[in-house]
């Protein structure tokens, strides 16, 4: 089993490449916190092909996977599907944490803060 991708199907790569190319406000705004290891020296990847899902942002160092939550995630099928999907990942010994765009875009300090103790916690472990 590959260690970052959790056997990812081929066809997610291409998916997970399309996604990076139109990402949301929010999503664009915690990349920029995140990437080139500019989060504590942390490695985020983005859109990361994981078994048969992609999630937002995924940190292998940390075991740690982020979603970033719009509107449409309020919508009970979808809030099914979430639920299943992070079972899946956390079954896999990975922590999802979600946030909403709101969050993101409104309160980036609380939510860089929340990352960075959930990290912390992981490293004490």
């Given amino acids: 089993m ?3 991708h959790f ?5 997610l790569f291409v998916f997970a490449k399309q996604l990076r190319k139109h990402q949301t ?11 080139n290891r500019e989060f504590k020296g942390y490695k985020f990847r983005r859109q990361h092909p994981f078994g048969k899902y992609i999630p937002d ?9 982020i979603e970033v939550d719009g509107s449409i995630h309020r919508d009970e099928e979808v809030k099914k599907f979430d639920e299943i999907r992070q079972e899946a990942i956390e079954s896999c010994g990975i922590k999802v944490i979600r946030f ?3 969050e993101i875009m409104n309160d ?3 939510v860089l803060g929340k990352i960075w103790e959930i990290i912390k916690g992981k490293d004490s472990t």
């Fill in 25 to 35: 406000p929010a999503e664009k705004a915690l990349w920029e916190a995140l990437r």
């Fill in 100 to 102: 909403t765009n709101n």
């Fill in 108 to 110: 980036s300090e609380k």
């Fill in 2 to 4: 590959n260690p970052y």
């Fill in 57 to 65: 942002f995924y940190c292998h160092k940390a075991k740690l996977c």
């Fill in 7 to 11: 056997n990812a199907a081929p066809n």
